[in-house]
């Protein structure tokens, strides 16, 4: 059985930093690219940030480049966010997602970050 | 910048047939976008339904297809259930590795 699970969310304040981890089980982590996908209270689904497996390139969203950055441990199959200059637009639950040939096959429960002072 | 479009709503009779939709603002979608849809309750992660234009995931009953329908995505939910009612989101795999979302169909089974 596939298993996503997130942590790290929480409260920080506008401008601070916070790391994501995403814990992966049930299937071969390296072989997969990863994507984080967050969703702000009241609004729909936004894609953030993507890995390869391969080639480990990644790939992210214009509101969120040069402030996130993406990364993966594939001894641990662990997905990692690392989120700086937060903003409170950056307030959501975030996804973690694994994909397969086209699109997200597998979702986790998502971990929520509030950004205010 | 190109949008993703989707209905904002719809409505089907319980145990009709309804096709949702997932275009551009700018050209037309193909199987090249790998489109795919998710369901999604409030509260609850999303689930996928449609990956790669039409293949169903693991699980989701073959009331759910997927297709391409002139230049958009479709999503065809046949035999409506009462609990189909919800959120429905669509994405789609844009150039340079970055995946763009529609802003949600929220469907209503009355």
């Known amino acids: 059985e596939v298993l996503l699970l997130e942590s790290g969310g929480g409260l920080v304040q506008p401008g601070g930093s916070l790391r994501l981890s995403c814990a992966a089980s049930?299937?071969?982590?390296?072989?997969?690219?990863m994507s984080w996908v967050r969703q702000a209270p009241g609004k729909g689904l936004e894609w953030v940030s993507a890995?390869?497996?391969?080639?480990?390139?990644?790939f992210y969203a214009d509101s969120v480049k040069g402030r996130f950055t993406i990364s993966r441990d594939n001894s641990k199959n662990t997905l990692y966010l690392e989120m700086n200059s937060l903003r409170a637009e950056d307030t959501a639950v975030y996804y973690c997602?694994?994909?397969?040939?086209?699109?997200?096959?597998?979702w986790g429960q998502g971990t929520l970050v509030t950004v205010s002072s | 910048q190109t949008v993703v479009t989707q209905e904002p709503s719809f409505s089907v009779s319980p145990g009709g047939t309804v096709t949702l939709t997932c275009g551009l603002t700018?050209?037309?979608?193909?199987?090249?976008?790998?489109p795919s849809w998710y369901q999604q309750t409030p509260g609850q992660a999303p689930r996928t339904l449609i990956y790669n234009t039409n293949i169903r995931s693991s699980g989701v009953p073959d009331r759910f297809s997927g297709s391409i329908l002139g230049n958009k995505a479709a999503l065809t939910i046949t035999g409506a259930q009462a609990d189909d009612e919800c959120l429905y989101y669509c994405?789609?795999?844009?150039?340079?590795?970055?995946?763009?979302f529609g802003g949600g169909t929220k469907l209503t089974v009355l």
């Open positions: 890995i390869n497996s391969g080639t480990g390139n990644t």
């Open positions: 997602a694994k994909h397969n040939s086209g699109g997200f096959e597998y």
């Open positions: 994405v789609l795999f844009m150039r340079r590795g970055i995946w763009v």
């Open positions: 700018s050209g037309s979608v193909s199987t090249s976008h790998y």
């Open positions: 049930g299937f071969t982590f390296s072989d997969y690219t």
